[in-house]
C-alpha cells in the first residue's frame, strides 16, 4: 500500500521504517523541508535516528497535499499539542474511507480531549480511526528489536486493518475496542515516568521508583474506570508495559526529564536542549483537569505539576505524598 506517515520525529521515523520493512511504499511528511531533503538524499534523518539507515521505499516530503495525496492509510505521529492543528491541515486532504491510526500521547488542554476526539470532531465521526500505544522506544524499534504494541477501534476492521499492516515477525500488534482506556493510559504514563525521573534524581533506589510505578497505575486504573474505559488496559501493553519501559529506560525523554527537573532545569530549557516535547509535562496539567472532572484522586500526578509548572522545589514533594492518609491498597 501506499501509507502517509504525517511526522518525521523520532517515533515517526521508526513506524515509516517498520512500515518499508513490511512491503509499503512510505511517504514521511516532515514540517522542515531539510528534514525532508536530508531523507531523500541520505536516507537518513538529520535530526532523529540519525544513525539508522531508512529503506529506499520511503521518500520525504514537507508539503501536506502531497504526502497524503495518494494514502491507502495515514500514520499520524506529531506531538500531541498539535492534534487539532494537524487534523486541520489534513481535513480535506484526506478521503472519507481512509483509516487513520494516531500514534501521539496526550490530552489537549482546552478541552480535555484525548486525540482521537479531537480528529473525530474536525473531520467528522464516519472516518475510519484508530489509535496505537505501547511499550516502543523508537531507538529500538527502528533496528528491529522485538516489541509488541496495541492498536485500538471502535471498528475491529479498522483494528485488524492497521494490525496486518504494522505488524510483523519483530513487531507484534494486538488489538483491542478500548480506544479511551488506551488513550488515557498512554498519556499518564509519561507523568509518571516523571516522577520516577525526580525520584532517581533526587538519589532515591529501585524501591521508590517501584512504588511510583505501581501506585501511578493505581491512578491510571481509577481514571480509566471513571472516564468510562476498562480498567483491564490499564495491565496490557498501553498500560503496563508502556509504563515500565517509559519509566526504566535510558530512551525515555520523560524520565530523562524527571532526571534534569530535579537538577533544577525547566521544562523550556530541557526541550530547547533536547529538541524534543515533553509529553508528560503537558498532560499533567490535563489530567489535573479530568481528575476534578470524574472526581478522581491523582495525588502523583498533582505532584508532578506542581513540580513541572508552579516551581515546587522537589525535596519537598516526598515528605507531602508520605504525610497522606493510609488506606487498603485497593479502594
Same mark, same amino acid.
Given at each position: 500500500?501506499?501509507?502517509?506517515?504525517?511526522?518525521?520525529?523520532?517515533?515517526? &521515523?521508526?513506524?515509516?521504517?517498520?512500515?518499508?520493512?513490511?512491503?509499503?511504499?512510505?511517504?514521511?511528511?516532515?514540517?522542515?523541508?531539510?528534514?525532508?531533503?536530508?531523507?531523500?538524499?541520505?536516507?537518513?534523518?538529520?535530526?532523529?535516528?540519525?544513525?539508522?539507515?531508512?529503506?529506499?521505499?520511503?521518500?520525504?516530503?514537507?508539503?501536506?497535499?502531497?504526502?497524503?495525496?495518494?494514502?491507502?492509510?495515514v500514520v499520524v505521529v506529531t506531538p500531541s499539542k498539535y492534534a487539532r492543528s494537524t487534523a486541520q491541515a489534513m481535513a480535506g486532504l484526506v478521503g472519507a474511507d481512509v483509516p487513520i491510526v494516531l500514534c501521539m500521547k496526550g490530552v489537549e488542554a482546552q478541552t480535555g480531549m484525548v486525540p482521537v476526539e479531537v480528529f473525530r470532531d474536525v473531520m467528522?465521526?464516519?472516518?475510519?480511526?484508530?489509535?496505537?500505544?505501547?511499550?516502543?522506544?523508537?531507538?529500538?524499534?527502528?533496528?528491529?528489536?522485538?516489541?509488541?504494541?496495541?492498536?485500538?477501534?471502535?471498528?475491529?476492521? &479498522?483494528?485488524?486493518?492497521?494490525?496486518?499492516?504494522?505488524?510483523?515477525?519483530?513487531?507484534?500488534?494486538?488489538?483491542?475496542?478500548?480506544?479511551?482506556?488506551?488513550?488515557?493510559?498512554?498519556?499518564?504514563?509519561?507523568?509518571?515516568?516523571?516522577?520516577?525521573?525526580?525520584?532517581?534524581?533526587?538519589?532515591?533506589?529501585?524501591?521508590?521508583?517501584?512504588?511510583?510505578?505501581?501506585?501511578?497505575?493505581?491512578?491510571?486504573?481509577?481514571?480509566?474506570?471513571?472516564?468510562?474505559?476498562?480498567?483491564?488496559?490499564?495491565?496490557?501493553?498501553?498500560?503496563?508495559?508502556?509504563?515500565?519501559?517509559?519509566?526504566?529506560?535510558?530512551?525515555?525523554?520523560?524520565?530523562?526529564?524527571?532526571?534534569?527537573?530535579?537538577?533544577?532545569? &525547566?521544562?523550556?530549557?530541557?526541550?530547547?536542549?533536547?529538541?524534543?516535547?515533553?509529553?508528560?509535562?503537558?498532560?499533567?496539567? &490535563?489530567?489535573?483537569?479530568?481528575?476534578?472532572?470524574?472526581?478522581?484522586?491523582?495525588?502523583?500526578?498533582?505532584?508532578?505539576?506542581?513540580?513541572?509548572?508552579?516551581?515546587?522545589?522537589?525535596?519537598?514533594?516526598?515528605?507531602?505524598?508520605?504525610?497522606?492518609?493510609?488506606?487498603?491498597?485497593?479502594?
Open positions: 500500500m501506499n501509507v502517509a506517515v504525517i511526522g518525521a520525529g523520532s517515533w515517526g &521515523t521508526a513506524l515509516a521504517q517498520v512500515l518499508a520493512t513490511n512491503g509499503h511504499d512510505v511517504c514521511l511528511w516532515a514540517r522542515r523541508v531539510e528534514v525532508a531533503d536530508g531523507v531523500n538524499e541520505t536516507h537518513r534523518n538529520p535530526d532523529y535516528l540519525k544513525d539508522a539507515v531508512l529503506s529506499d521505499r520511503i521518500v520525504a516530503t514537507d508539503d501536506m497535499a502531497q504526502a497524503l495525496g495518494n494514502a491507502d492509510a467528522g465521526s464516519n472516518q475510519p480511526l484508530a489509535v496505537l500505544s505501547g511499550p516502543n522506544h523508537a531507538e529500538e524499534v527502528v533496528q528491529g528489536v522485538p516489541a509488541a504494541t496495541v492498536v485500538a477501534s471502535e471498528s475491529s476492521k &479498522t483494528a485488524r486493518f492497521f494490525q496486518e499492516m504494522l505488524a510483523s515477525p519483530a513487531f507484534r500488534v494486538y488489538t483491542s475496542d478500548d480506544v479511551l482506556g488506551v488513550e488515557l493510559c498512554a498519556a499518564f504514563k509519561n507523568v509518571i515516568a516523571i516522577a520516577v525521573g525526580v525520584s532517581y534524581g533526587l538519589g532515591y533506589g529501585d524501591n521508590t521508583a517501584a512504588m511510583l510505578m505501581t501506585r501511578g497505575q493505581a491512578e491510571m486504573g481509577r481514571l480509566v474506570a471513571a472516564a468510562g474505559g476498562d480498567p483491564m488496559t490499564c495491565m496490557g501493553l498501553a498500560g503496563t508495559g508502556d509504563l515500565i519501559a517509559t519509566c526504566m529506560s535510558r530512551h525515555s525523554r520523560n524520565r530523562m526529564f524527571g532526571e534534569a527537573l530535579a537538577e533544577g532545569e &525547566t521544562v523550556a530549557q530541557y526541550e530547547a536542549r533536547r529538541h524534543m516535547v515533553v509529553e508528560g509535562a503537558l498532560a499533567c496539567k &490535563t489530567l489535573s483537569a479530568l481528575s476534578s472532572r470524574y472526581n478522581v484522586e491523582l495525588p502523583i500526578t498533582d505532584v508532578v505539576r506542581s513540580l513541572v509548572w508552579e516551581g515546587v522545589d522537589p525535596r519537598n514533594v516526598a515528605s507531602k505524598l508520605a504525610a497522606r492518609s493510609l488506606k487498603p491498597e485497593f479502594y
